[in-house]
């Protein structure tokens, strides 16, 4: 009976050291509780090392702990990835490397075929890099301010407000703020924004003072320009609210669609202007239960863009005949549609907000020391840009209504008219 007895006892002896402590046990619950701190991972190892060195438990609090780094978050010294609302980050943040999304390229046709396969076109394009690479900047500036306007603009705003949120995005995303003398000849706004309402066609623009609201059943065309040294990106779009006018801005953007796709090198305006005219006045619109055509408004186009000027010289119809010239390599055009329920014709009328210094302005003697302080600010902050009363105001003039009326008198500086 004893040997029996000291048999079980060694037996219980021998169990229970092969059971793993309570400690590796509770580690083992930890885990799958999910417990444990990862973070504190190299503390913990450096606590095992210590005890299986020293044979000691607890021995490892006398080594001194490594301090623990904290985690840098990603991204945090990287810069600001996407835009704000309403859009305030320079698109060179946003594009470090400078190089800017290329857009919809539409490849040559016919004769022009060749431009696309021949080595020697293909090396005087990545020549003109630079100046393309201007204008996508330009570009995605105007996408970026466009999508945040299209998106904000609502009735109930008034003109002002909607101009001047258009505005400051603009100078936000191009870097330049256009109140330092010669800023916004860098870049900015490329001529300032219009909004024209209903039988307004054009060129409208609120001056200081203006308190008109945007209404639901209003018909807005919406028309502001980017630059960046001088390279003008001109887009224009028309918002409605009311669904009546649906087809009207579908007449209109399928019209602009199809002069894009019409224009190329050699490609005579008359052309262009008469695949606009079939397309845009194969629609109707139907209000108040009458059915009205589309008809294109014939006195109103597109036209070349030169570097700082807004109107190059060359005119895109959208009418069939009329211009013969052809567009030439190297040329840039803006392709502009207007669609009307109306007479299809405007003219001049309202009140005068569009400026701009003529490229070939006469060298005029002025004898009113306003108007000559006048022309010496219009020429150190806009050059041959567009501008407005506005932005006159903005730089601080004042009592410059007459100084403008002189200098338009004089043909230094040509006022742009409401179109309606």
């Known amino acids: 009976m004893a040997a029996q007895a000291s048999d079980t006892l060694q037996k219980l002896k021998l169990d229970d050291l092969s059971k793993p402590n309570g400690k590796t046990n509770g580690a083992t619950t930890g885990v799958a509780n999910g417990d444990i701190d990862h973070d504190d991972s190299e503390d913990e190892k450096d606590d095992e090392a210590g005890v299986g060195d020293s044979g000691v438990p607890g021995a490892a609090a006398a080594k001194k702990k490594k301090k623990r780094k904290p985690k840098k978050k990603k991204g945090a010294a990287s ?22 999304p290329e857009g919809e390229i539409v490849e040559y046709r016919n004769e022009n075929s060749y431009r696309t396969t021949n080595e020697e076109k293909r090396h005087l394009d990545r020549m003109n890099n630079d100046f393309l690479n201007e204008y996508r900047q330009g570009a995605e500036v105007h996408r970026q301010v466009r999508k945040w306007a299209q998106k904000n603009i609502k009735p109930g705003q008034t003109l002002t407000e909607i101009a001047e949120g258009i505005e400051d995005g603009v100078r936000a995303l191009t870097g330049h703020q256009g109140l330092e003398e010669g800023d916004n000849i860098k870049g900015g706004m490329g001529f300032p924004t219009g909004l024209s309402l209903n039988h307004c066609a054009a060129h409208y623009t609120p001056n200081a003072g203006n308190k008109i609201v945007l209404q639901k059943e209003d018909v807005m065309k919406v028309d502001f320009g980017v630059h960046i040294n001088g390279r003008i990106v001109d887009s224009a779009w028309t918002m409605a609210f009311d669904p009546v006018f649906d087809n009207l801005l579908a007449a209109v953007k399928d019209a602009t669609n199809t002069g894009v796709r019409e224009a190329g090198i050699d490609v005579r305006m008359s052309d262009i202007g008469s695949a606009i005219q079939e397309v845009m006045e194969s629609y109707e619109v139907e209000i108040g239960g009458q059915s009205l055509p589309v008809k294109c408004i014939r006195n109103l186009n597109g036209h070349n863009i030169d570097q700082y000027s807004i109107h190059g010289g060359k005119s895109v119809p959208i009418v069939k005949g009329g211009d013969q010239s052809k567009m030439e390599e190297g040329e840039t055009f803006a392709i502009e549609t ?38 010496n600010t219009i020429t150190k902050n806009f050059g041959t840009l567009p501008f407005c009363r506005r932005y006159l105001d903005r730089l601080g003039q004042d009592k410059y209504l007459l100084g403008v009326c002189v200098i338009s008198v004089v043909a230094v500086v040509r006022p742009s008219y409401t179109n309606r």
């Open 79 to 100: 810069g600001a990835k996407a835009q704000s609302s309403p859009p305030r980050v320079p698109v060179a943040n946003l594009f470090p490397d400078s190089q800017y």
């Open 338 to 375: 207007f669609g009307s329920t109306g007479k299809g014709f405007v003219r001049d009328d309202l009140e005068t907000s569009h400026y701009a210094k003529r490229a070939d302005a006469p060298n005029v003697s002025l004898r009113i020391s306003s108007a000559r302080s006048l022309l």
